[in-house]
């Protein structure tokens, strides 16, 4: 494809979900495997893995740093580890393409490892905003450059050796708090992060998988520096994330019965089920069980009507990724569905509470942003066009809302699809959804 067309999505409107799917690997346990896998003694062998655009960055940039890795073949990856000291200084800049969590855990990972390294994104990851790492890792000794608004491109300068740091977190995130236990791996001493609510817990469940003594009590977590990981296997379960897109456009489109297989199903990420199940969806977890430190089941969901909600606010970081989906839920359920306690959604990989809001009045529903949620009117939904601003869950989402639309419904700029879901208009194809690809 020519660099100057983009992708876009046309949906055809109507239609239901069946039939038994297993979408692509957990993004956020992929990226950890390779981080730690890559700094273990030993071989790591990983099945699952997410052969996507952002786990891909990832896993390119330990390449760089001299890590040999074999794969990714059908999801299998082989990591040769080099220990915790053994990463070599890239020759180029480290690009991370679309990917916030690369960059985040990198930059904390990278920050005491003694190397100069630059990590770059693309244009959206370049306007994210990176000081709520930078700030705690330079109070641990790190020195990290970026811009003047504290955006990438971030050039980390081998610093004196990095201080633990007891640090209070200022906004519940998964990657800052992650960061922070990636640099505490080679810090003086012990590293303590306490979240105002608790967020994913796969750094903590991984490492103790390769070995690394953490310690957790309620929302505080610590770890002391100059241990060793050994390799180890991992089975990477489809994500909870992907698996979204599929949950939500079966409980709107009548005559669905779906099974999504083999989905991890962490307490720290399931939000989204308990959010659906309040708005009366039919979801059942089948044959659960756990796999390689985390929770998994088959997810079973037959379509039934919808319900508007108070979403729970404690919920809120337990499915931070599935608002835009959710927002189709609330757009296609019967009365009010309110948000709040929302505002990181403004940070992602486009600020999700206007695009959202924009898209669904473009299709005709009431929905009016405020500074930290959204308050949506359940109603018809029209077809229409909507932008993605680049975004692949908006991109996935407003697919989905095409089960439910009275037209077509065409979404600009998709093809950062591939960042989390590469196959998703096949797999969308395959249970009931056709969208076509209209390259302009
Ligand atoms: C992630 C944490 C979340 C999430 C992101 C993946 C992770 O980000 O939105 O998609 O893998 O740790 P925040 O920590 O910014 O909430």
């Known amino acids: 494809m020519n660099l100057q067309q983009k992708l876009n999505y046309r949906t055809q409107p109507g239609g239901k979900l069946r039939g038994n799917l297993r979408v692509p690997g957990d993004k956020s346990i992929s990226h950890r495997s390779i981080m730690l896998g890559s700094l273990a003694d030993g071989i790591t062998q990983i099945k699952g893995f997410l052969e996507g655009e952002d786990s891909l960055a990832t896993l390119n940039a ?119 236990l990636l640099a505490g791996l080679c810090a003086e001493g012990e590293t303590c992060i306490t979240e105002p609510a608790p967020t994913r817990d796969h750094t903590e469940r991984m490492l103790r998988g390769f070995g690394y003594p953490v310690r957790s009590t309620g929302n505080r977590v610590c770890l002391s520096g100059g241990g060793r990981l050994t390799a180890c296997e991992i089975d990477i379960p489809a994500d909870i994330s992907s698996a979204t897109f599929f949950l939500v456009g079966a409980c709107i489109a009548e005559g669905s019965e779906m099974v999504l297989q083999h989905v991890g199903i962490n307490p720290t990420r399931d939000g989204v089920i308990s959010i659906l199940r309040l708005m009366g969806a039919d979801i059942a977890l089948l044959n659960q069980r756990e796999i390689g430190g985390e929770p998994v089941a088959d997810i079973r969901v037959r379509s039934n009507g919808l319900q508007g909600i108070d979403i729970p606010e404690e919920l809120v970081p337990l499915a931070i990724d599935e608002f835009p989906a959710l927002f189709v839920a609330a757009a296609s359920a019967r009365g009010e569905t309110r948000l709040h306690g929302a505002e990181e959604l403004r940070v992602k990989e486009s600020d999700r509470i206007q695009v959202m809001a924009e898209g669904l009045q473009r299709l005709g529903i009431q929905a009016d942003p405020t500074p930290d949620g959204m308050v949506i009117q359940g109603g018809v939904i029209e077809g229409g066009r909507v932008e993605s601003y680049g975004d692949h869950r ?32 096949s797999a969308a194809a395959e249970a009931g959804l056709q969208i076509d690809e209209v390259t302009k």
Not at 89 to 111: H, I, Q, V
Not at 130 to 142: K, N, Q
Not at 162 to 167: F, V
């Open 62 to 180: 330990f390449r760089q740093m001299g890590v040999t890795i074999e794969g990714p073949t059908h999801g299998k990856v082989t990591i040769h580890g080099v220990g915790m000291q053994g990463l070599q200084a890239p020759e180029d800049a480290l690009d991370l393409g679309n990917s916030g969590t690369s960059m985040r855990l990198l930059t904390g990972l990278l920050a005491g490892q003694g190397l100069a390294v630059t990590l770059t994104g693309d244009s959206s990851l370049s306007g994210r905003p990176m000081r709520r790492v930078i700030d705690p890792l330079s109070e641990m000794g790190a020195r990290i450059d970026s811009t003047a608004s504290f955006t990438a491109p971030l050039k980390i300068v081998p610093p004196i050796r990095l201080q633990g740091i007891d640090y209070q977190l200022p906004m519940a995130s998964a990657q800052v708090k992650s960061a922070l």
């Open 394 to 425: 908006i991109a996935m989402s407003f697919a989905m809302a095409g089960l439910r639309a009275a037209g077509p419904i065409e979404i600009s700029d998709c093809t950062n699809v591939n960042t989390s879901f590469p196959g998703f208009v």
